[in-house]
């Protein structure tokens, strides 16, 4: 078969080792050609594509990134988009398309796949907020990372009985947030789901410091908003594709949070630190196998699907119902951060 392949979206740990993995079994088992189209979809508006091979995937396994470029152009942003996607995809006579990405890139894949195109999906995002799946690649990494910033911070706010805010991503959802505030031992987790009040911070990390000579972590998902009426957040502006330009917002709260109490408060911001790098060995596994299973639900016929993880098992499932909606932090684990919040 004749199968093209494209990494969309931001830039995450595994996507080469999804590459990699796709093209192995694909070559090596099926005996199959795979091209992999540069800068997501644009490649494939643009016609724009490299051929790979196993020799050419050789060392990807452990690299950060994508090699093969990312961009958030979907064939839907442009006037002529589908016309010249659809030609591209005509042109090279692909039997089927892999679209590895997130909410974005899927659910072009989703709505590429309802008009009559062969596509499966394979979710990539940091985040972890792609339904239907119990976990993405990337996510693990990111975590690592995060949790890894928290262990440094506690030691240099320790010896300043500071409040240190360490701002994560999270966009939509706060599974970043929520996995490294437990890892780390966070004092307090602001995260999307939960809009807060500045108010019972504040009282929460009086009462820490009232115990001692306590220094605190408050980790804050870059998408965590207040609570309607308590405090004054400007609106962030809008890039070209529609998304809201987070990130800062831990600047804010942590200034009115000092000027409040009189605690003393410093800002750390992880940003794209947090999407770089190396992938985990489990991000590298998790990676590894939904590239084998992508390339085996095409010669399944297995199109409009997603591959997912599942109870611990890969499966497919639908690419619309995966791309309905985020998926949020699920209360249960909410609670258990709660438990040790200040």
Not at 6 to 31: F, S
Not at 322 to 329: I, N
Request: charged share 25%; hydrophobic share 40%; glycine share 12%.
């Amino acid at each position: 078969m004749r199968v093209g392949m494209l990494t969309g979206g931001g830039d995450c740990p595994g996507l080469n080792a999804v590459i990699r993995a796709v093209v192995r079994k694909g070559e090596r088992r099926h005996g199959d050609r795979v091209i992999g189209f540069i800068d997501g979809w644009r490649g494939v508006v643009d016609d724009d594509w490299v051929q790979l091979d196993v020799d050419a995937c050789r060392g990807l396994l452990p690299k950060g990134g994508t090699v093969l470029g990312t961009s958030r152009h979907t064939p839907f942003s442009l006037p002529d988009g589908m016309s010249r996607a659809t030609e591209t995809i005509r042109g090279l006579e692909l039997d089927a398309l892999i679209a590895i990405g997130g909410e974005g890139t899927l659910s072009c894949a989703s709505e590429m796949a309802d008009r009559g195109f062969e596509i499966v999906g394979v979710p990539k995002t940091i985040d972890n907020d792609v339904g239907m799946t119990e976990r993405t690649f990337g996510f693990d990494t990111a975590v690592t990372v995060a949790t890894e910033a928290i262990d440094r911070l506690h030691t240099t706010a320790e010896s300043h009985a500071r409040v240190i805010f360490v701002e994560v991503m999270g966009r939509n959802v706060g599974h970043i947030a929520t996995w490294a505030g437990i890892a780390g031992g966070a004092t307090y987790t602001l995260v999307p789901e939960e809009p807060f009040d500045l108010d019972d911070l504040c009282d929460a990390l009086m009462r820490r410091r009232a115990r001692g000579r306590y220094a605190s972590i408050v980790v804050v998902a870059e998408g965590a908003r207040p609570k309607p009426g308590t405090l004054e957040v400007a609106e962030p502006p809008v890039d070209a594709y529609g998304h809201k330009r987070l990130g800062g917002i831990a600047t804010v709260i942590a200034a009115e949070v000092e000027a409040r109490t009189g605690l003393e408060t410093r800002v750390t911001i992880l940003g794209h630190v947090q999407r770089g790098g190396s992938p985990t060995p489990f991000d590298r596994v998790l990676a590894t196998r939904f590239g084998v299973a992508a390339i085996d639900a095409v010669h399944d016929g297995r199109f409009g699907q997603m591959v997912a993880l599942r109870g611990g098992a890969i499966e497919l499932v639908s690419l619309r119902e995966a791309t309905a909606r985020p998926k949020p932090v699920g209360t249960e684990l909410l609670d258990v951060a709660h438990t040790f919040f200040a």
